[in-house]
Structure formats: structure tokens, C-alpha cells
């Protein structure tokens, strides 16, 4: 079975606070992917990776950096976090090649006050 | 425009019902399809693939349109335990675009 995890179910930060979100897959998947969920909008992709060291922006990146330094890990940092970006993120994983479907991890619920 | 529509809903059904789901995507150049559930404070998950020829699990069937681009969901004698949001999803390259889900409550 695909495992995606993912550092903190539920976290609360200030104002201006670096964050760190982490993601942890377990099927050697060459891509991960960092999204946000929020009501009416769907999932937005903020960045990807489709290799070590490798990322792309999505389409929301602004606020948001990631780091890629071992194929199972990706992260997310806030760099100075702002209330707009209290949401949902969601983690994935996937092969670059068919089968072509993702694996999500279970959510980081980010309250930024 | 956006790359994946989907009629948001919400569709509540009774039990024993067949219920369809419909969505378009903008691009033509789009490679693979899929549909995914997501239940209330879960994450995704994948439901099934759709592929041009049409495909069956069960209750459920999913057809693609390429001319229309065009993808349906067929959920046939519906259950309580398929209320949950479905997302229609297109993959191109690397990237993933997901539609914003359309809500179903199978009520008894």
C-alpha cells in the first residue's frame, strides 16, 4: 500500500512565522506535489517536483518555497506566514509515466492567526 | 478559463438511485482522466481511471469524450456510502488539474 505522510494533521501559527510542512512518501515516486484546499476553489497546485533538487511553480506559488534534497521527502515552508494562508494542504505523490494517478496524503489543517 | 469544470451540486439522491456526474476540460492536449472521491475531512482518493473505449467497477462507469471533451461518472443503485465529493481530474505532462468537486448525499 501507498504511503504518503504528512508532519502535523493540525497546526496554528502567528503572523510571520516561518512554517515547515513536511511529506514523506514510501513508493519511490519521482514526482510530489504541494497543494492547497480550500471551499469553492478546489485543489490549487502551489509547486512540484518531479526529481531531487528539481522543482516547478504551480499555479499559486507566491508566499510558498518547497525543498526537494531526498526523492522521499518534499517541503513546504511558509516563509512569513499570513492569515490568507490558512487552508488545507495536501501532499501527493505519483510516477511521471502510466499508471499516472496520485497518492495523497491525510492533510495539514493551517490556521495562521 | 478554467482547465476542469465541474457542476458543484449538491446532489442528494435516494438510495437505490442512479446518479450521473459530468465535467469538461479546456485543453485538448490533455493525456489521462480520472475521478476521485474525497470524503468529508478526508484526502482524495482515486475511484477509478476513464479511458476513451469506457470502463466499469461495479456500480460505478466513467466515459470520456475527446471530440466534447467531456467526462461522466455513472453511479448506478446508489448507497449511503457513496455520499462523499467527486472530483473529476485531467492529467497533462507532469501536472495535474482538478475540478472543485460535486457534492452527493444518498439519503435513506
Known amino acids: 500500500d501507498v504511503k504518503v505522510t504528512q508532519s502535523s494533521r493540525y497546526l496554528v501559527k502567528r503572523t510571520g512565522e516561518k512554517v515547515f510542512l513536511e511529506c514523506v512518501q514510501d513508493m519511490d515516486h519521482e514526482n510530489m506535489f504541494w497543494y492547497r484546499q480550500d471551499p469553492g476553489l478546489g485543489l490549487r497546485l502551489i509547486y512540484f517536483s518531479y526529481d531531487v533538487k528539481m522543482k516547478e511553480k504551480g499555479d499559486i506559488p507566491e508566499g510558498y518555497s518547497v525543498s526537494r534534497e531526498k526523492k522521499e521527502r518534499f517541503s513546504l515552508i511558509l516563509e512569513s506566514a499570513s492569515t490568507n494562508q490558512t487552508s488545507m494542504y495536501l501532499c501527493?505523490?505519483?510516477?511521471?509515466?502510466?499508471?499516472?494517478?496520485?497518492?495523497f496524503g491525510p492533510g495539514t489543517r493551517l490556521t495562521v492567526t | 478559463r478554467k482547465e476542469v469544470e465541474q457542476d458543484p451540486g449538491p446532489f442528494n439522491v435516494p438510495e437505490g438511485a442512479t446518479v450521473a456526474f459530468n465535467c469538461t476540460y479546456s485543453n485538448s492536449a490533455s493525456q489521462s482522466f480520472f475521478w476521485y472521491r474525497q470524503d468529508c475531512r478526508k484526502e482524495p482518493k482515486l475511484l477509478m481511471s476513464?479511458?476513451?473505449s469506457g470502463n466499469e467497477d461495479g456500480r460505478f462507469t466513467a466515459q470520456l469524450n475527446r471530440a466534447s471533451q467531456y467526462i461522466s461518472l455513472l453511479i448506478r443503485d446508489s448507497k449511503l456510502s457513496d455520499s462523499a465529493t467527486y472530483l473529476c481530474?485531467?492529467?497533462?505532462?507532469?501536472?495535474?488539474?482538478f475540478g472543485t468537486g460535486t457534492s452527493l448525499t444518498v439519503i435513506p
Open positions: 481530474v485531467v492529467n497533462r505532462g507532469n501536472q495535474f488539474y
Open positions: 476513464v479511458y476513451s
Open positions: 501527493a505523490s505519483s510516477f511521471p509515466r502510466n499508471p499516472y494517478e496520485q497518492y
